[in-house]
T-cell receptor
Framework: GENVEQHPSTLSVQEGDSAVIKCTYS??????FPWYKQELGKRPQLIID???NVGEKKDQRIAVTLNKTAKHFSLHITETQPEDSAVYFC????????????WGAGTKLIIKP | DADVTQTPRNRITKTGKRIMLECSQT?????MYWYRQDPGLGLRLIYY???????NKGEISDGYSVSRQAQAKFSLSLESAIPNQTALYFC???????????FGSGTRLTVV
């Protein structure tokens, strides 16, 4: 079955710098890759996603890139702000009609003032 | 607003007690999930249900049971709580062909 690995587990960056979180997946048929953000004490919420027929997607300061050949996808956050501090989860949806998500272990992003 | 509601939000219980966590949703989604989150760890799937008559074990189902009382309600039970079941529990819903998951606000359970 699908397996998703996420790195790093903790990332500390200076406010204003960029942050990159990377996930690798094992099932080459996986076709959907979302990123969820979980602020302290809150529920995980979808912030951006990408489908397998697209290489990159942007939404203001966040972007996701997908490399199907290498089977990895990354979340990029530019001009980081204090409110970006959170745990970020990646996930992958294996191919087929199952529509379930397989989750990465999460990355705690710390924005230093 | 359509949402996913979990009750209780916080609960402290004693070892050996039976406890039920409840999840209800107004999103009209068929699929419902229970996840457990431990500090510093990710989301681990306990049980999931694709419709009222469908119940499936996840990766960490031992010590837990579930009941899908209706399309909108999915309950998680700990028959005999133990301290290592202390965690944050999330319910989630989804509705294929949409891949997105909607999470509840979570139940923080402490077993003493």
């Amino acid at each position: 079955g699908e397996n998703v690995e996420q790195h790093p587990s903790t990332l500390s960056v200076q406010e204003g710098d960029s942050a990159v979180i990377k996930c690798t997946y094992s099932d080459s048929a996986s076709n959907y890759f979302p990123w969820y953000k979980q602020e302290l004490g809150k529920r995980p919420q979808l912030i951006i996603d990408i489908r397998s027929n697209v290489g990159e997607k942007k939404d203001q300061r966040i972007a996701v890139t997908l490399n199907k050949t290498a089977k990895h996808f990354s979340l990029h956050i530019t001009e980081t702000q204090p409110e970006d501090s959170a745990v970020y989860f990646c996930a992958a949806a294996p191919g087929g009609s199952n529509y379930q998500l397989i989750w990465g272990a999460g990355t705690k992003l710390i924005i230093k003032p | 607003d359509a949402d996913v509601t979990q009750t209780p939000r916080n609960r402290i219980t004693k070892t050996g007690k039976r406890i039920m966590l409840e999840c209800s949703q107004t999103k009209g989604h068929d699929r419902m999930y229970w996840y457990r989150q431990d500090p510093g760890l990710g989301l681990r799937l306990i049980y999931y249900s694709f419709d009222v008559k469908d119940i499936n074990k996840g990766e960490i189902s031992d010590g837990y049971s579930v009941s899908r009382q209706a399309q909108a309600k999915f309950s998680l039970s700990l028959e005999s709580a133990i301290p290592n079941q202390t965690a944050l529990y999330f319910c989630a819903t989804s509705a294929p062909p949409n891949y997105g998951y909607t999470f509840g606000s979570g139940t923080r359970l402490t077993v003493v």
